[in-house]
Nanobody, 130 residues
Framework: QVRLVETGGGAVKAGGSLRLSCRVS??????????MGWFRRGPGKEREFVAA????????NYATSVKGRFTIGRDNARNSVFLQMDSLNVEDTADYFC?????????????????????WGQGTQVTVSS
């Protein structure tokens, strides 16, 4: 059974940095993703898109709120991504969820749409204090 395993997260002061990592666990050797990314849900807020990376063509997309501060990339391991978060502010406080898509991408990836992804991690908490 495919699972997404997230590591990283924690508490940091505003202006600091954190790095999240996510890897696919439990898939067969031939299991491959077409995209991986991150969503988050802040206290009292709706779940929102953060960043996505298409694993075949390398296209990357960010939410406007994190562009220039967050970086998504592939870890050395296959089917793994990281999210480097710099210049964190209190509005970044949230549970962060890794997502992955196994279905092929036809034409384009609706990267901001939750239904575009087939697998979700359990979430890791990020708390930014002032």
């Amino acid at each position: 059974q495919v699972r997404l395993v997230e590591t990283g997260g924690g508490a940091v002061k505003a202006g600091g940095s954190l790095r999240l990592s996510c890897r696919v666990s439990g898939g067969t050797y031939t299991f491959a993703t077409s995209a991986m990314g991150w969503f988050r849900r802040g206290p009292g807020k709706e779940r929102e898109f953060v960043a996505a990376l298409q694993t075949i063509n390398g296209d990357i997309n960010y939410a406007t709120s994190v562009k220039g501060r967050f970086t998504i990339g592939r870890d050395n391991a296959r089917n793994s991504v990281f999210l480097q978060m710099d210049s964190l502010n209190v509005e970044d406080t949230a549970d962060y969820f890794c997502v992955a898509r196994a279905r092929p991408i036809v034409n384009s990836l609706p990267y901001e749409d939750r239904v575009a992804y087939d697998y979700w991690g359990q979430g890791t908490q990020v708390t930014v204090s002032s």
